[in-house]
């Protein structure tokens, strides 16, 4: 189970109205650990043996097991619904995955919004790049498109 350090899940959705060009969202750390990485891995039906088989995974040449593709897409949307609120919609995610993740090196996303706009029948569109990095670099940088409530923006 991951947990959140310096913030927690917003309880509301942010209102449109109130989110600017240039603002960052609230950064989120990720404690990966082996537990993450397998849980992730099966949660995902991903079996490949380098998700969870250490032994495995340094006959492949990595020092360890590593954090699949579909968990690490998964906690992008967590920290783009975490900040935003439980009502947002992920309408568009682009991930370049870098680094590998291995487990005891935490992941810290960090991000902006980088445009705004209202789409059909008054839905609220954030643009937002982001970035989660560890120790060794970029883990997955990316952009996304989030959609807030319609009546957020109904003046």
């Known amino acids: 189970?991951?947990?959140?350090?310096?913030?927690?899940?917003r309880a509301t959705t942010l209102d449109w109205r109130d989110i600017k060009f240039g603002?960052?969202?609230?950064?989120?750390?990720?404690?990966v650990t082996a537990t993450v990485i397998v849980a992730?891995?099966?949660?995902?039906?991903?079996?490949?043996?380098?998700?969870h088989d250490p032994e495995f995974a340094r006959k492949q040449g990595s020092p360890n097991i590593?954090?699949?593709?579909?968990?690490?897409?998964g906690l992008c949307v967590r920290f783009l619904t975490d900040w935003a609120g439980p009502e947002?919609?992920?309408?568009k995610l682009a991930i370049r995955l870098g680094v590998p993740a291995f487990p005891n090196?935490?992941?810290?996303?960090?991000?902006?919004?980088?445009?705004?706009?209202?789409g059909a029948d008054g839905e609220g569109l954030v643009d937002i790049a982001f970035r989660g990095t560890n120790s060794l670099?970029?883990?997955?940088?990316?952009?996304?498109?989030?959609?807030?409530?319609e009546?957020?923006?109904v003046a």
């Open 1 to 9: 189970m991951t947990t959140v350090n310096s913030r927690t899940s």
């Open 23 to 31: 603002d960052e969202v609230t950064p989120l750390e990720i404690p």
């Open 40 to 51: 992730g891995a099966i949660a995902s039906r991903d079996f490949m043996p380098v998700h």
């Open 66 to 73: 590593f954090m699949n593709i579909l968990t690490t897409n």
């Open 88 to 91: 947002t919609m992920v309408t």
């Open 105 to 118: 090196d935490p992941l810290r996303f960090t991000g902006s919004v980088t445009g705004k706009s209202e």
């Open 137 to 149: 670099g970029d883990h997955v940088s990316g952009t996304a498109t989030i959609s807030l409530l």
């Open 151 to 153: 009546d957020r923006i």
